[in-house]
């Protein structure tokens, strides 16, 4: 089983910290979720909720109950994410099924283009003293992306071209290096889209400038996501190699001599 799992670099550093009075008691619960991941489409993703409960709270009389809500950009309200909903059927598993356990991750299982959006980890709590209450953490933003190519052009070999999917949100950007440094496309595609596709299509082009090792890089914002290698040698010269024609090294050899000997023969037959 493949797991992608990459986030950005802030992230567990967005907390929600939760403060309760219950009974004189002070309760401190923290849920911690990345604030955006990426996945590539097909695989496997794991949507990280850590618990953090004080001694007190980790005394409560019924296990945290877990609820995950998925929702899309601009829409009113969320659904639940669980196994038995209708989009996400056999594709949901926790990673620790321990009730008591702090780790309410789940394993977003063959992730498709229509799982891009926001994930909510929300839990429902209940103390020793029978207050109820949730929590939640911040929402973890989804964003998905395809399979990179990166080759010569079809028509021009002199040009390198790299291009992938992804999914419908701004902040991933293109670009190619070549031994380290940062090479200007001559055509790009910042974001073509079919309005009835549920991703755009980035792809740049850049010369090939001599051999060497050459990289695309799709970026989120200034966060490496993934990359692509391409090495590239100088195509040698089509030269055809000759035997070396020695039988006309010899009849050069000959023609002085036999000039050499018509004119001893001529001599004879003059004096004569």
């Not at 969320?78 to 926790?94: F, L, M, Q, W």
Request: charged content about 15%; some cysteine.
């Amino acid at each position: 089983m493949h797991h992608d799992f990459k986030v950005t670099k802030l992230e567990w550093t967005q907390r929600l910290f939760l403060y309760f009075m219950v009974s004189g008691t002070n309760s401190l619960v923290t849920v911690y979720q990345p604030p955006v991941l990426t996945a590539v489409l097909g695989h496997d993703v794991i949507m990280p909720c850590q618990l953090s409960l004080t001694d007190e709270d980790k005394r409560m009389q019924t296990p945290p109950i877990l609820y995950w809500m998925y929702s899309t950009e601009g829409s009113s309200g969320g659904s639940i994410v669980c196994s038995y909903s209708e989009n996400y059927t056999g594709r949901i598993e926790r990673l620790d099924n321990n009730q008591n356990s702090s780790n309410k991750s789940i394993l977003l299982k063959n992730v498709q283009w229509a799982d891009t959006g926001s994930y909510l980890c929300q839990l429902s709590l209940k103390n020793n003293n029978g207050t109820r209450f949730r929590t939640k953490g911040k929402e973890t933003l989804l964003m998905i992306y395809d399979t990179m190519f990166f080759n010569s052009t079809g028509h021009n070999d002199s040009l390198l071209q790299c291009g992938v999917n992804v999914t419908r949100r701004t902040g991933f950007s293109l670009s190619i290096v070549h031994n380290g440094i940062k090479l200007q496309p001559v055509g790009s595609a910042p974001g073509e889209a079919d309005a009835a596709l549920p991703f755009i299509s980035l792809s740049e082009t850049v010369p090939l400038r001599g051999k060497g090792e050459y990289e695309c890089q799709l970026h989120l914002n200034k966060d490496l996501v993934t990359k692509s290698i391409f090495h590239y040698q100088t195509p040698e010269l089509n030269v055809m190699l000759f035997p070396e024609p020695w039988f006309l090294y010899g009849a050069l050899l000959l023609v002085p001599f036999t000039i050499l000997l018509a004119l001893i023969t001529a001599l004879l037959m003059y004096r004569c």
